[in-house]
């Protein structure tokens, strides 16, 4: 528990890392999902899941759908949000794009 502790209060440098890389889905999903993340911005976040997933793109890329549910969209501006959707791993795979829309969407419907 400590361990995560730290993980949420440096997530921005964690994520940066080797190691961080070498997550398996599980435990990326569980990390991203904390309401404890320190982070200043949700698309750090992203930047995060696309390099995990750019570390083995061939065996991950599938599992992005699954992912992305747990990246708080409706916390990102409409900018950003439309950036990501032209972002290659999204465009390459229609499952990924249609989680996004419908996570930006129910954020900006519950306000």
């Known amino acids: 528990y400590r361990c995560l502790q730290c993980i949420c209060r440096y997530f921005a440098e964690v994520s940066t890392t080797a190691e ?3 997550l398996t889905e599980i435990q990326l999903t569980k990390i ?3 309401d404890e993340l ?3 911005k949700e698309t750090t976040v992203w930047e995060a899941v696309v390099r995990w ?3 083995s793109r061939e065996d991950r ?3 992005l759908p699954s992912i992305l549910p747990h990246v708080r969209f409706n916390l990102m501006t409409s900018e950003h949000t439309a950036a990501i ?3 290659p791993l999204v465009m390459e795979d229609s ?3 249609e989680v996004i829309k419908n996570l ?3 954020g900006t419907s519950d306000m």
């Open 20 to 22: 961080f890389c070498s």
């Open 32 to 34: 991203i999902s904390q």
């Open 38 to 40: 320190d982070i200043d």
């Open 53 to 55: 997933v750019e570390h």
């Open 61 to 63: 890329q599938k599992l």
């Open 85 to 87: 959707l032209e972002h």
């Open 95 to 97: 499952g990924s794009s």
């Open 104 to 106: 930006a969407q129910k």
